[in-house]
């Protein structure tokens, strides 16, 4: 929440987001309004034997302060399609605070995650929702037995590699997050590092649909912009958004498996990056219509 906080506050989200035109229309329909109730009031209050009326420069304030209100920075966009009752939404938040439904977290073939820095979706997900990692692994062991997989040499041990796409849905005890999916998005090489192929990205998002239409409840679906960061996929946000939407749309095409799309950007993220949400919601706008 602090961090989200902190995302509002941050200059870029007021640069993009505010606009004088639209500030000064809140502005002056605040004012008016207040200032005719203060006038309408008047005949209901009096001081003194005259009608009462609070300072101009308080209803002056009052009407900015409301106006800014108006005009803050939206952290969260919607877009509504009417046609399909489906809505999509881009939202700065933690993956883990958004709630209402289940979480997508990107994983390796090997499904390995004691690599990874506690900053990982994969090593959050374990720290927050399981006692150890042994209970996770052995979460990950049982919600993958009926998976195919083949053994290998990694690092001098054996390991099994699934293939991309491949699922595990994870039950969670927690009042937010109903679930997780926990999808091998990437190859690793031989440094336990994931390979960046935008192909097989695409091929994990298109499996990942088809096992939640098969497998999956019909639930709100709340994903990363998944190959953004270890995945080191040499794309922009836009096109790996991009890429989500139009696989989902093309899956719900054929089973409508979710009623809500939600798309989540970390608040550090959108700091560092500096992200336009005007710009992404106009985006979200022109891929939900055209690229189905």
């Known amino acids: 929440m602090r961090k989200r906080i902190r995302a509002f506050f941050s200059t870029h989200a007021w640069k993009y987001s505010f606009v004088i035109k639209r500030f000064l229309i809140h502005w002056i329909a605040t004012f008016s309004v207040v200032w005719t109730f203060t006038e309408f009031a008047g005949y209901f209050f009096e001081r003194g034997g005259a009608p009462w009326k609070p300072p101009v420069w308080a ?16 952290l969260t966009r919607t877009v509504k399609l009417p046609d399909k009752d489906i809505t999509l939404q881009i939202t700065v938040d933690d993956l883990f605070q958004v709630g209402g439904g289940a979480v997508i977290v990107p994983s390796n073939c090997l499904f390995k995650h004691d690599h990874l820095d506690e900053g990982a979706i994969l090593a959050q997900l374990q720290s927050k929702f399981f006692n150890h990692a042994a209970a996770f692994d052995s979460a990950l062991e049982n919600a993958l037995k009926d998976e195919p997989y083949e053994t290998i040499s990694f690092q001098g041990e054996q390991a099994r590699k699934y293939p991309l796409g491949t699922v595990a849905r994870l039950e969670l005890e927690s009042a937010k997050v109903k679930g997780a999916y926990v999808a091998a998005t990437a190859e690793l090489n031989e440094y336990g590092r994931a390979v960046p192929s935008r192909e097989q990205y695409r091929t994990a998002l298109h499996a990942l649909w088809e096992y939640i239409g098969k497998r999956g409840r019909k639930e709100q679906i709340i994903i ?24 989902f749309m093309q899956a719900v095409e054929d089973c409508k498996f979710s009623e809500r799309l939600t798309i989540v950007i970390h608040p550090d993220a959108f700091i560092r990056n500096r992200y336009d949400l005007e710009e992404m919601e106009e985006y979200l706008r022109y891929v939900s219509k055209f690229e189905r």
């Open 59 to 74: 209803v002056l304030t009052l009407g900015i302060a409301i106006a800014l209100w108006m005009s803050r920075p939206r």
């Open 224 to 247: 990363p912009v998944i190959g953004s960061g270890r995945n080191r996929l040499n794309v922009n946000r836009f096109e790996l958004i991009h890429d989500i939407v139009s696989t």
